[in-house]
């Protein structure tokens, strides 16, 4: 069995890199573009059901 300290050390750095990785999930989500307010209120082109639907 590994002494406590090695295993707290293990733990630390564990917990530090699912930190980490959530810091970075949280960055890529919140620098994404958006479309613009005038770009969001024009009307979409219409797509047909079944290319929609993936047929």
Not at 11 to 30: D, E, K, N, P, Q
Not at 33 to 49: L, W
Request: charged share 25%; aromatic share 6%.
């Amino acid at each position: 069995m590994l002494d406590s300290y090695k295993e707290a050390l293990i733990r630390t750095f564990g917990v530090g890199l699912i930190a980490l990785a959530t810091l970075a999930a949280a960055s890529l989500l919140l620098r994404r573009r958006r479309p613009g307010v005038a770009r969001a209120k024009r009307k979409r082109t219409s797509v047909d059901p079944l290319y929609a639907a993936g047929l």
